[in-house]
């Protein structure tokens, strides 16, 4: 029995170790606006429920943004704010359809 739980535990650990290091990739990497979801927004300093809803309802009604700068174009988001965060986000553009 002491052989199973120890097999079942080094198992665990190895996903364990991979699941972290996915996460940590994920975290360390800059967000992409154009593929951020209301939860991935709001871990940025500064960008509340309120704000995350505005940059979702932005890139609903204008398509993609083209450059970081873009987020000025919403209400309550300004170069201050833009000036903090700027190295946690980034704009990939949309793939193109082949």
Do not use: C
Request: avoid cysteine; aromatic fraction near 4%.
């Amino acid at each position: 029995m002491n052989r199973r739980i120890e097999v079942w535990n080094n198992h665990t650990s190895r996903n364990d170790s991979l699941a972290l290091s996915r996460m940590s990739a994920a975290l360390l990497s800059p967000l992409d606006l154009n593929s951020a979801n209301e939860f991935e927004l709001q871990r940025l300093e500064g960008i509340g429920p309120a704000l995350a809803g505005r940059i979702l309802d932005y890139r609903k009604e204008n398509g993609d943004f083209k450059d970081v700068s873009d987020l000025e174009k919403i209400k309550g988001i300004g170069p201050v704010l833009i000036t903090k965060i700027h190295d946690k986000i980034t704009v990939h553009p949309a793939p193109n359809p082949k």
